[in-house]
Each structure stands twice: as structure tokens, then as C-alpha cells.
């Protein structure tokens, strides 16, 4: 993905496998380390500027040192925007 020079390089490009298309799944696993936080913040905005969006196209889980992703969170966004 691209927007005026920048790339930005996606965690996952998966499919959903009934519609065919392609959806970005970003992961952000250290949103309370504020340098990284706001780096994937711009990322994200650049995604935007460069037309995907979120719950469309571009899906994001999120996790910090004191709240860990659940794998149940993991399987609800694989059932509803990749099968």
C-alpha cells in the first residue's frame, strides 16, 4: 500500500473465502508503548489515505502488556469477515 512515497506494509493479507476479496488484518500488539502506538496510528491513517477502510477492507485487532488479544476476539473477526 502506498500514499505519497510512503509504503506501508501489511501484518496479514487474507481472503474471505465466500466474496474472494482481499482484506488487510493489522495487529497491534504493543498499544501501551506510546512511540509505537502512534507510529501504527499513522499507518493507519495512511491506509485510509490511500482508500481501504476499517471494517471493510482493513480490519485491526489490538492488544497492550496488561490486556492480551483473546483468541476469542481472533475467531469472531474470522467468522465475520473472512468465511
Not at 501489511?10 to 465466500?18: A, G, K, Q, S, W
Not at 491506509?47 to 483468541?71: A, M, N
Request: net charge negative; proline share 4%.
Amino acid at each position: 500500500v502506498g500514499y505519497e512515497g510512503h509504503t506501508v506494509r501489511p501484518d496479514f493479507v487474507c481472503l474471505n473465502v465466500r466474496t474472494r476479496k482481499e482484506i488487510i488484518w493489522e495487529h497491534m500488539g504493543m498499544m501501551d508503548n506510546i512511540p509505537y502506538a502512534n507510529k501504527n496510528v499513522n499507518k493507519l491513517n495512511q491506509y485510509q489515505r490511500s482508500g481501504y477502510s476499517l471494517g471493510k477492507d482493513l480490519i485491526c485487532t489490538f492488544e497492550t502488556s496488561q490486556i492480551p488479544l483473546g483468541s476469542d476476539v481472533i475467531s469472531k473477526m474470522i467468522d465475520e469477515f473472512l468465511v
